[in-house]
């Protein structure tokens, strides 16, 4: 059976484009540079997850809509014990997302455009989108070097507006789906994935974002 190989940058070059701990909304700081072709490869997983000299490049997908009172409500799930990453299990989630491997960034032109096409893979691979998509951007970065899951990952977050609340899992370990209005998710961040909590604070608690 052939080893999985996932997208990887160095550590080191990530921190010369500029070290920050927890979120940033400095997008243009690091993307495109993150995504150069002499920056990113692909590295055996089992060792990228052990090794901290590389960060994997992981796409962090929330999906918003408006509710009938034009609140800001985002789809949360709780991990289930059958994903992957078993250090997150059983805990809140706003993001979906996950490793690209080199599967599934097959049909990119080069290794610029691996992240991307790999992001769309993961993306049709997590979830059913059963509702018009009315812009995506990406609105930050999640580095977290203060945990051992995050010492060997970075975020890319990126935030998908959608006409309706019709997202839906493709798997049967990602539970108790919804859509849920922003103050309410603000309310306890208790029992959320770091990421989660991380995004929630730094773009919604206080913020305007539109």
Sequence with gaps: MREEKVLVVPTDYFRKLGYFQGFTQETKRYIP??????????????????????????????????????????????????????????????????????EDCQGAANKT??????????????????????????????????TEVGQVHLGVVHLIDVAEPNVFPNEKDVLETGFYPVKELLRNLDGYETWSSITLEALWKGADLR
């Design 33 to 102: 540079d993150l995504l150069e072709e002499s920056a990113v490869g692909f590295l055996r997983r089992a060792e990228a997850e052990r090794d901290p000299s590389w960060k994997q490049l992981i796409p962090y997908m929330i999906f918003r809509c408006k509710n009938a009172a034009g609140e800001d409500c985002l789809f949360r799930y709780t991990r289930g014990k059958g994903m992957g990453e078993g250090r997150l299990h059983l805990k809140h989630s706003i993001g979906v997302g996950g490793h690209l491997s080199e």
């Design 113 to 146: 455009e691996a992240y991307t096409v790999g992001m769309l893979r993961e993306r049709m691979e997590e979830v059913r989108i059963e509702t018009e998509i009315l812009g995506e951007r990406i609105v930050g970065l999640i580095n977290d070097d203060e």
